[in-house]
């Protein structure tokens, strides 16, 4: 069993990547357990509080500290990463020496109502992956397109192709934490 720390992109409260990270939990409770960080009481990065790290700070990079890897499910914004997922990965780097990051395994899921599926937000990712360090999984991609029928009732995956899909990626990722 695998410890996750789990960070989606979005601060809204019914963000459909949330939710497919709900739904990754429950597919692979089996090899992980998932731990999901909250962005909502990170402030914004602030060198002057490197001293003493807000509570939120110092329990995400206690976290990821912790984890076996790092699961980042993020929407794109403007063709970007979050400012809210920037900024964590920004307070998580800091200060110079001291950061949570490094050699953690790491691998970016998404999903959008586009057909792009937040693959310009996970190309970034990679980008910031390898300045941090992190060893990431590079395949497979989650690039997914929403629909409305996307989770069942209950928030499982509704279609039984993509839950195998899904289940090839936490297998993977296992698999990649492993060698890591």
């Known amino acids: 069993m695998y410890n996750l720390s789990v960070i989606a992109g979005s ?81 998580g780097s800091r200060p110079y020496g001291k950061g949570c990051w490094t050699g953690k395994s790491a691998a970016v899921a998404g999903m959008s109502p586009g057909n792009a599926g937040a693959a310009v937000c996970q190309a970034l990712l990679r980008s910031q992956f390898n300045f941090l360090g992190m060893a990431q999984m590079p395949a497979p991609e989650i690039c997914l397109k929403y629909t409305p029928d996307f989770f069942d009732a209950d928030g499982n995956i509704a279609a039984e192709a993509t839950r195998k899909f899904l289940n090839s990626f936490l297998a993977s990722f296992a698999e990649w934490i492993k060698k890591s």
Do not use: C
């Open 11 to 91: 601060l809204r409260q019914a963000s459909i990547n949330k939710k497919l990270g709900l739904a990754l939990a429950e597919l692979g409770k089996n090899i992980f357990s998932f731990e999901f960080i909250n962005l909502a009481d990170i402030p914004p990065y602030n060198e002057d509080l490197e001293k003493t790290l807000p509570n939120a700070v110092a329990a995400m990079k206690n976290s990821v500290r912790a984890a076996d890897g790092v699961l980042i499910i993020s929407p794109e914004y403007n063709r970007g990463i979050p400012g809210v997922l920037k900024n964590a990965l920004d307070w």
